[in-house]
């Protein structure tokens, strides 16, 4: 009787999602009688009934392509009363024996929940490039949205020296300030504000006029998207943290800095927001080859009937974790990356 392996890729696209699709199909065809079918768009295409085969020929170069070929959505099981018995129906007409359940947070916690709670014998895969996955050292869309980062930071020192200008660069991260702290260590930034530490604007302001007494030309901030000021010292009013917190869709902290900056320092000053281009691109080496090692390892997991767990990275091994572990909490920016950080501020 034929292994019958559904996988479905969940929640915010980012590079390697692909590379994840084609490990799965390619460990699955080294199996007697396995068949792999693609949910289309998330949970959303188990609950409309819409999966297609999945073939070594389906996967045939698609290692190097941002997004997902299966498409994806923010469908959540639990938004529906009849979504669970209707993924329960799709599930029974295609013969499906488990599920691969590629997502973050939001997708891993209903896939939790679908084992749980209505039996759905599936395991998980850790994607995002925010990094606030616990269990997971690393999952795999962090590394290239680093570099994205890395690369603009680079790109945006140029044009602040040449106009001797202050520049508040924002970048996505959800809730976490991985990907500010990450990028900006590795692009040279002067200040880096993240939620984990409400940034106090005198600081910031007194560390870029210290460095125009220390003659830079220039200063390059990066600002994760749900950076706050500290309460003490709140510039922002209630129109503006409407505007930049609005519930779910983050953004708009980088503008209002900047005009912040300007207005105390006199300084110079302007903003750019990288937004979803940290989503897109050809993933990076470390992407390919960790989406490529979860892929293989979520399909043995399968085999192994290890429902409910969640491939992830441990001290560079590939490890099942109990996806209970892994959405209990958001993981928050490690203290210690955050102190070199701040080595470099000003
Ligand atoms: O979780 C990935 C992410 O890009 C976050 O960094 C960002 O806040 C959010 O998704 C944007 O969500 P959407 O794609 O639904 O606008």
Redesign the pocket.
């Known amino acids: 009787m034929s292994l019958r392996v559904g996988i479905l890729t969940g929640?915010?696209?980012?590079p390697g999602l692909n590379a994840v699709i084609r490990a799965v199909v390619r460990r699955a065809t080294l199996e007697e009688d396995a068949e792999v079918l693609g949910v289309s768009n998330g949970w959303r295409g188990l609950i409309e009934d819409d999966l297609k085969p999945l073939t070594r020929s389906s996967v045939a170069g698609i290692l190097p392509r941002g997004g997902t070929i299966l498409g994806t959505s923010?469908t959540n099981p639990n938004d529906g009363d009849d979504f669970p018995e209707r993924i329960r129906a799709t599930w029974e007409s295609h013969r499906l024996d488990a599920l691969i359940v590629v997502g973050?947070?939001g997708t891993l916690r209903a896939a939790r929940d679908m084992w749980h709670e209505h039996g759905l014998q599936l395991v998980g895969v850790p994607k995002?490039?925010?990094n606030?996955l616990d269990g997971t050292d690393f999952p795999f869309?962090f590394d290239t949205?680093v570099n994205t980062v890395m690369e603009a930071v680079d790109r945006l020192h140029s044009t602040a020296e040449s106009h001797h200008r202050i520049m508040v660069i924002e970048v996505?991260?959800?809730?976490s300030g991985w990907?500010a702290a990450y990028g900006g260590i590795a692009g040279g930034a002067d200040v880096i504000l993240v939620p984990e530490h409400p940034f106090r604007i005198s600081r910031v302001c007194e560390l870029l006029r210290h460095r125009e007494r220390q003659g830079s030309a220039f200063s390059i901030i990066v600002v994760a998207?749900?950076a706050h000021p500290h309460p003490d010292e709140d510039f922002l009013d209630a129109e503006a943290k409407e505007q930049i917190y609005r519930h779910?869709?983050?953004?708009g902290i980088g503008l209002y800095l900047a005009r912040e900056i300007e207005r105390q320092t006199d300084i110079d000053t302007r903003h750019a927001s990288l937004g979803?281009t940290?989503?897109g691109g050809s993933p990076s080496a470390f992407d390919r080859v960790l989406a490529t090692r979860f892929g293989v390892r979520a399909f043995e997991m399968v085999l192994e009937r290890q429902w409910g767990q969640m491939a992830a990275l441990r001290c560079n091994k590939v490890v099942s974790v109990p996806l209970d572990d892994a959405v209990r909490k958001i993981k928050r920016l490690d203290d210690e990356i955050y102190r070199v950080a701040e080595v470099f501020f000003g």
């Open positions: 929640g915010g696209d980012c923010r973050g947070e995002t490039i925010d606030d869309g949205a996505m991260g959800r809730n990907i998207e749900d779910g869709r983050l953004g979803y940290q989503r």
